[in-house]
């Protein structure tokens, strides 16, 4: 019985989220996200190697590998050598083989003064990633410079074992909505373009002042995040008027919004859903001021917890059907890839 008991601790099942990355996955689709931190000093990579093996035990959602089962893929543990620190590369965020880098699912580099994390999507979304990325930075600082971290925030305590909250899926506890609200099914604008070798990369970097953002958004009584928004649908609404096309469709962003900040929940694997502020300029022309205040009520409507946890419930129907979860694996995938 004790033998029964650990062994389904050894495994995790894949949270609502990340039940469809590995599905989506492909030669020339990455699920691969990308964190780094700057330091003072240039990196030590033996150094910065013994603080990532110390620290990933820590993390045990993230040191595991992915399996297949019949019906579902999980986590188990892996206690393969590694990850291992490598000097940073040209071509960020390449799709991870399961099956590669000892099966870990994590990359750590360093360039200069910088220290990097990549994760695949399965494992868990930005804040548990910066949670493991700024654990391991504290431990290097530690072992380079003796520095005096204690944990708190995004650094946790090594030496202490996971809280089971941060292992658990967080969807699955929140979504006791009494109702499943509908998706809106209407069709949007989809930008295409020319499409480029797969061997093709572009990375775009721009830097901006956060003041001068933050001033500007203050004129049109919107935080940054409504801003910032605002202008790329002001942009693509004039990329889909340059096209010409016979039939418009409404201007939609699919925004991230992270349920920690509705929800109590330590977890460091996925916990965000999306909600789509837009403009319809089928009902007329907008100028950008219109389209900032319309974001920016979209957002204040959308963004509360009761509308939330509908949306978590809705989504979290289809793993709780209990026909779809006798599905074979292979049939859920070619429908996944299919939608």
């Known amino acids: 019985m004790a033998m029964e008991q650990k062994r389904t601790e050894d495994w995790y099942r894949l949270d609502l989220s990340a039940i469809v990355y590995p599905t989506l996955q492909r030669r020339d689709f990455s699920s691969v996200y990308r964190l780094s931190v700057l330091l003072r000093e240039e990196v030590d990579p033996a150094v910065l190697q013994q603080a990532v093996d110390q620290v990933m035990p820590r993390f045990p959602t993230y040191k595991a590998a ?43 580099y360093y360039y200069g003064r910088r220290i990097a994390l990549e994760a695949h999507h399965s494992l868990g979304d930005g804040t548990g990633g910066m949670c493991l990325l700024m654990t391991v930075t504290a431990q290097y600082l530690r072992l380079k410079c003796q520095a005096q971290i204690r944990p708190e925030g ?16 967080a969807y699955m506890r929140y979504a006791n909505a009494r109702v499943c609200p509908p998706r809106p099914g209407e069709k949007t604008y989809r930008v295409r373009g020319t499409m480029e070798p797969f061997y093709t990369l572009n990375i775009v970097d721009g830097i901006m002042s956060v003041s001068q953002v933050i001033q500007v958004a203050k004129r049109y009584n919107a935080t940054v995040t409504e801003y910032l928004k605002a202008v790329l649908i002001y942009a693509l609404l004039q990329k889909q008027e340059q096209e010409k096309s016979r039939r418009q469709r409404p201007v939609k962003i ?30 007329g022309d907008y100028t950008f001021p219109e389209i900032v205040e319309q974001v920016h009520h979209y957002m204040r409507y959308y963004l509360n917890e009761k509308l939330l946890r509908g949306d978590i ?27």
């Open 154 to 169: 995004f650094v946790l305590d090594i030496g202490s074992q996971p809280d089971p909250e941060e292992l658990e899926d």
């Open 254 to 283: 699919a925004m991230p919004v992270n349920l920690r900040r509705f929800f109590p929940s330590k977890t460091l694997r996925n916990f965000i859903t999306m909600i789509y502020p837009g403009v319809d300029p089928r009902l």
């Open 66 to 108: 992915i399996r297949k089962g019949v019906f579902w893929r999980y986590l188990e543990p892996n206690n393969r050598p590694g990850p291992f620190v490598q000097p940073d590369v040209k071509n960020p965020c390449q799709p991870m083989h399961f099956k590669g880098n000892n099966r870990y699912l994590v990359r750590f």
């Open 313 to 339: 419930t809705t989504n979290a129907e289809t793993q709780r059907n209990p026909f779809i979860r006798v599905v074979p694996l292979f049939i859920k995938d070619f429908c996944v890839r299919q939608f």
